[in-house]
């Protein structure tokens, strides 16, 4: 009995003891939900990680055959970087970076590089999207400027469309006493009262609340969008789709979302129509694509936005102006002569209001508009 005993505790003892099997540090790289890729002394790709390989849009047997200057131009920053943690033997971080190249289009980067002792010469790169984090707060004050539209919208419907109608109504009565000379005038008065008004009603949709929802398939919307705009405000001109066919539904209010993108088509149509250069090459194209892993924090709360469903709206036009593009979203900011400036305004508090974002990228001969909205879930499901 007692040799069972010592037995008994000897095995427990080399249990304990027992170190674990060494963890494949590739394989720990690989499940790291950040791009991250090995660079040689040469600047060759040596290994990416599978959120690299959707970063550069390459997989791994591709990038492997790749320096990072078919990436990116020779005058990047990132080089400097590079050089200088493999000159210190040091780690150097850098936000903000531009990562443009014709093969690739990444914005608002922060870069994380640090040298390998037991490599010599060869770096790792960690890369982190700062986009989607400024897109939330863009979005935020997208919303701020929304509700402040809608609270004025609210106080002149209150306050000045009964005064209107009234001061509409004395320039009727007006009208058949007064001379035809004066008859102008009370014309004058009437048209200018149907065109404050007619502000008013534009002005008070921010004050609307987001309607029933439902499951939403988006390329009905957007073939229901292009047969209006190529009836239209794109008529003639050049529209192609580029869809992806196995995306989940949207959970969204089908005429806002038809509202939304139209509105996109036809501002797309109205650039190109506006520039001579554009016009005969004009096109617009509609895209969607389902991005994984797309999940926002909600700040002060455990709650995650899955927005992983993209609708892009492409046009080949002249661009928006730089002035113009950080406050393209902002209630009566319009590059139009004719423009109110509430579109755009509008189009943003409508995909707020699905819990989605909207971005814009451009510059000369491209602009996108991109919308990331949610999907469909269980628990939208069980609401039916």
Known sequence: MKGVVSRGRIALVERLTRRPA??????????????????????????????????????????????????????????RIVAQVRASETTISDYDLHLESPRLNKRHISVYVTSLPEEPGCVLLTLQDGSAARALDRQIAYRGAARSVSGMAAILAHEVKNPLSGIRGAAQLLEPNVLPADRELTDLIRDEADRIRELVDRMEVFGERAGDRRPVNIHRVLEHVRRLAQSGVAAGMRMTEQYDPSLPSVWANRDQLVQVLFNLVKNAAEAIEGDPQSRERGEITLITAYQHGMRLAVAGSSQRIHLPLIVTVRDNGPGISDDIRPHLFEAFVTSKSTGSGLGLALVAKIVGDHGGLIEVDSRPGRTEFRLCLPVITESDGEGQ
């Not at 991250?36 to 791994?60: I, K, M, T």
């Open 22 to 79: 060494p963890i494949d540090a590739l394989s720990v790289l690989s499940a790291v939900p950040v791009p991250v890729v090995l660079l040689d002394p040469q600047d060759n790709f040596r290994y990416a990680n599978q959120a690299a390989e959707q970063f550069f849009g390459l997989s791994l047997l591709q990038l492997g055959q790749l320096h990072l200057s078919a990436l990116l131009p020779d005058d990047n920053p990132l080089f």
